[in-house]
């Protein structure tokens, strides 16, 4: 167990309707990181969150949407789902915004499928 | 932003040998330099990392070195074993966000 619980594990959907992903960060850290997964592809930074604040955002699509609660945990807002959404959704967490000196820490993932 | 690219996306070695992956990066302010595994159904997990003062840091079977004037650096695992089999991904960061390779798929055969 990494201390970052992602839920659900797996989500099954229709084209069209809206999910929503939940991250608890592990005890102490700040930053939520969001990362898409699609088959055979790498790890896609989506956006970055750091005391409840957006700190930066790679290729999130505008139909995507994300937020940090004030207990630190986030979600991560997919709405009009197409099929090429079906992806695993990572979420990380680090205690400040400086990769260097805290790393990340990953959660499982949420496998989402989009039908 | 950074680009990084990994190469082999898949790799498949004998147990007992060595496995290398190879990862260039293109932002040469970039000097945080991890390495992470990911096992099926597991999110990725960091197995080792180097930062720019640094050439090389090995820790048991596991090496990692760093060349700052090519912008690459690379993975090395000695003695594998079918326990190392997964996918490892490159990643690097100049102190933000970190952007990762595509991954090597590295099967161990027994």
């Known amino acids: 167990d990494s201390g970052v619980t992602q839920t659900p594990k797996h989500l099954i959907t229709a084209t069209g309707q809206r999910v929503t992903l939940r991250c608890s960060p592990r005890?102490?850290?700040?930053?939520v990181y969001w990362y898409q997964q699609s088959l055979d592809q790498g790890l896609q930074f989506l956006i970055q969150?750091?005391?409840?604040?957006?700190?930066a955002k790679g290729n999130i699509l505008e139909r995507f949407s994300a937020q940090q609660f004030p207990d630190l945990h986030s979600e991560l807002n997919l709405s009009s789902l197409e099929l090429g959404d079906s992806a695993l959704y990572f979420c990380?967490?680090?205690?400040?915004?400086?990769?260097?000196?805290?790393?990340?820490?990953f959660g499982s993932g949420t496998r989402l499928t989009v039908v | 932003g950074e680009n990084v690219e990994q190469h082999p996306s898949t790799l498949s070695v004998q147990e007992g040998d060595s496995a290398v992956i190879k990862c260039t990066y293109s932002?040469?302010?970039?000097?945080?330099f991890p390495w992470y595994k990911q096992e099926l159904g597991k999110g990725p997990q960091l197995i080792i990392d180097i930062r720019s003062n640094v050439g090389e840091k090995k820790d048991q079977r596991i090496a990692v070195t760093l060349n700052k004037t090519a912008k690459h650096f690379s993975l090395h695992i000695t003695e594998t074993q079918p326990e190392d089999s997964a996918v490892y991904f490159c990643?690097?960061?100049?102190?933000?966000?970190?952007?990762f390779g595509t991954g090597t798929r590295l099967t161990v055969i027994p």
């Open positions: 969150y750091y005391n409840g604040e957006e700190r």
């Open positions: 005890s102490g850290d700040l930053s």
């Open positions: 990380a967490s680090s205690v400040n915004t400086d990769t260097r000196y805290s790393g990340y820490t």
């Open positions: 932002d040469s302010a970039s000097n945080y």
């Open positions: 990643a690097a960061s100049k102190g933000n966000n970190l952007f």
